[in-house]
């Protein structure tokens, strides 16, 4: 049974320092892995999908690779600003499920002090 | 181009009624997955319709139940409502059911039971 976990839970940094959250899973059988930012009581914001095949994927200050093997990914955000702050979360997709089905991670939540 | 709409917002319910949820996809997205995001048990997966057919269902009763219209646009169901029901859901549209397809995730109904 696939497991999502990321650590840390919370994370507080000031302004202007890189951000690095982490996201594991147990089963490497995977289609693709995305991330997605929450902001409170609101729903999810796609951020960056990464392919199986692929080892990372950029958008802007935001950049996410992927160990497959190990079964590991991490979000980048270079330079945070105060809007960062929100909840992240990672999500795969299975290989052994050919619909959409994602599988998620609890989140990690992160403050960006001024 | 509209995102993922849900409708409605909030709503409060009494225990053992029934309520039903609705969401409209991306124009052009054919499928439609729900999810439960609960503080305790983080984000489960409901079930998902692709082309008027459930392809996937999670692990819940048969209390909640769910259907896709000819036009994509999806409406879930839960019947003798319990306190533990009280969740935001959510509801996120795909292009297709395919492997690398991205998700988009509506902003969710915030449902309490009182």
């Known amino acids: 049974k696939q497991e999502v976990t990321q650590i840390p839970a919370a994370l507080s940094v000031p302004e202007g320092e890189n951000l690095v959250l982490n996201c594991s899973f147990t089963d490497s059988a995977i289609y693709n892995l995305q991330w997605f930012r929450q902001d409170p009581g609101k729903g999810l914001t796609s951020l960056l999908l990464?392919?199986?095949?692929?080892r990372e994927q950029t958008s802007g200050r935001l950049n996410a690779s992927l160990d497959k093997s190990s079964g590991r990914s991490t979000l980048y955000i270079a330079a945070s600003q105060p809007g960062d702050s929100a909840t992240y979360l990672c999500a795969v997709k299975e290989a052994t499920d050919s619909w959409g089905k994602l599988q998620f991670g609890a989140g990690t939540q992160v403050v960006v002090t001024p | 181009k509209a995102g993922v709409t849900q409708t409605p917002r909030y709503l409060i319910k009494t225990r053992g009624q029934q309520v039903t949820l609705s969401c409209s996809p991306i124009s052009g997205h054919r499928s439609v997955s729900w999810y439960q995001q609960t503080p305790g048990q983080g984000l489960q997966f409901l079930f998902e319709?692709?082309?008027?057919?459930?392809?996937n269902k999670g692990n819940f009763p048969g209390r909640f139940s769910g259907r896709q219209f000819s036009n994509s646009r999806s409406e879930m169901n839960v019947s003798t409502l319990e306190l533990g029901d009280s969740a935001l859901y959510l509801c996120?549209?795909?292009?297709?059911?395919?492997?690398?397809?991205?998700?988009?995730f509506g902003q969710g109904t915030r449902l309490t039971v009182v």
């Open positions: 990464i392919q199986s095949s692929q």
């Open positions: 319709y692709f082309s008027e057919t459930q392809r």
């Open positions: 996120a549209s795909s292009l297709s059911a395919g492997q690398n397809t991205e998700a988009f």
